[in-house]
Every structure is written in C-alpha cells, then in structure tokens.
C-alpha cells in the first residue's frame, strides 16, 4: 500500500511540474516578444514598449503601428540591428502622436535568411483630448473638448488640375534639392521633398522611365531587407521611387540609392503615373 501512494504521489507531482511549466511563459531563444505593454493594454502618453527580439541567425528587428489593424496602414516606429535576448526596451513611444482607437503593434524579427518572424499585440491608445478617427455616430453632434490640444493632421495631396490634358506626365528629381517634381506637359502639378541616396549609396543620374510597379513590395540588399515597402516604380534596375514608413528625414539623403517619399504622396504619385512614365534624375 505504502508503494502504491508513493507512486501516486510522484506522478501528482510530476503533473503540477507540467501544469507550471504551461502556465510560466517562457522564450525560447529564437523567438521574439512584446511583453510590456501587455496585449489589450490601454494606453496614453509617453510609454516603453519592452521585449525580446532574438533568433540564431538574427539580423534585425522592426518595431510599426498598424493604424486600425490595418497592415496598408502600417507606422514605422523602431528599428534595431542588435539582438535583445532578454527583455529590454524597443522604444519610449509618444502614443499622443497617433490617433486614439484600437491598434496593433507588430513586432518584426529578420533572419540572415531573410525570412522573418511577426509578432502582433493588439493595444488601445486612448489620450485626452486625442484625435479619434472613428466618427460620431450620425444622431449624435460631435463636441470638441474645451481644452484640446490641437493635432497635427497629415495633409491631403493634391495634384494640380489645370494643366493641358494632352501634356506628358514626367518625373523630375533634383538630387541637390531633395525634391521631386510631377510635370505635365510645362506645368508643374506636384512638388514635395524627398530622399536620395546617402554617403556611398548614390542615387543615379540620368534619363528613364517606369518599367515596373508594385503597390507593395520587399526590398533587399547589403545591410537591410524591408518588406512592403508601398508604392513602388522602379525606373532603371533596382532603382525606385517609392514611400518610406520608416523614417520622417525627407530632405535629407538618407536612403540606399532609391527615391523616398512620404507614404501618401507616393501612392498619389504612383495613381498618377503609369509604365513608361519618363523620369529625370539630376544631380542639380
């Protein structure tokens, strides 16, 4: 009888062992991880976002807000090219910066392989006075709040209209001023600042057109591999024109030989263009 319990007794306590090793999350250490802030988590101001970011053969890890879950609406906010195999910091995130509503942080781990990782983690920004971009419900008369703090709101882009219907669309980027130009015919429709290749990445001179078009697309090259890269027109081998989610340096050169331009004028751009589009890179 005594055997009997005993033998009872150790599988009980072999079951509360596997029963806790469930229960305790543990990470192994190729995987990656938003630990803080919690998944559901309601946020507002300034927080730290924490994790782990790690894989045998890691190469980077990428930190975006997806607005509204929407991966088309993908925000870059980090970006790191060291392993964090413990739990540590991504970034001090000002949440008063995005609108308030239910969001996805999406955590994004490289391999040298170039495959990657995602990890999601739904969270609820939800600011005093912050900009909501769901609207009122239609019985109902929107109020603003007395004391709210004024939002800065992205612009919508704007195309001129008047010039001759029949005037070619051309692209013309002048590397020295960091500006694109959007030309039909001699009228100039569209102009924004941009960013050409930095220091040894040197953003080709010359005449082309458009020979491709991608509304999405994965780049990839010595020292990165960005996926989704949005809006896309290559114009002569890798070089492209496309909008950048990862950065706000427009003006500077800052990329590795392509055109950068902020997300929603490079889909405008890319709506008004086509293939065979002319495009005119000078360095002055």
């Known amino acids: 009888m005594m055997i009997w319990w005993r033998q009872q007794l150790g599988r009980a306590v072999v079951l509360a062992i596997m029963l806790l090793a469930v229960a305790t999350p543990a990470y192994a250490e190729h995987d990656g991880a938003i630990v803080a802030p919690e998944a559901d988590a309601v946020v507002a101001g300034t927080v730290t976002v924490e994790g782990i970011a790690t894989h045998p053969t890691f190469r980077k890890w990428q930190l975006d807000l997806l607005i509204d879950g929407d991966s088309d609406r993908a925000t870059f906010l980090a970006l790191g090219e060291k392993p964090l195999a413990t739990q540590a910091s991504f970034l001090k995130w000002d949440t008063t910066l ?106 080709l001179p010359g005449e082309f057109a458009v020979y491709r078009k991608y509304e999405k697309t994965r780049m990839r090259g010595p020292g990165y591999d960005t996926p989704d890269v949005p809006w896309t027109m290559y114009y002569s081998g890798s070089f492209a024109i496309h909008g950048a989610y990862w950065h706000n340096n427009f003006g500077t050169p800052v990329s590795h030989g392509c055109v950068n331009l902020r997300v929603p004028e490079a889909k405008a751009l890319y709506e008004w263009s086509s293939v065979g589009t002319r495009v005119v890179v000078r360095n002055q």
């Open 98 to 203: 995005y609108p308030n509503g239910s969001h996805i942080l999406r955590l994004r781990v490289v391999h040298s392989n170039l495959n990657y990782a995602e990890i999601f983690s739904p969270v609820t920004i939800a600011n005093q006075g912050g900009v909501s971009e769901k609207p009122a419900p239609a019985n109902e008369e929107a109020k603003p709040e007395p004391e709210a703090e004024t939002k800065p709101t992205t612009e919508p882009v704007v195309f001129r209209t008047d010039a001759p219907e029949d005037g070619e669309r051309w692209i013309e980027i002048i590397i020295a001023e960091q500006k694109l130009i959007a030309w039909q015919g001699d009228v100039p429709v569209f102009e924004t600042i941009v960013s050409t290749g930095k220091p040894g990445w040197r953003t």
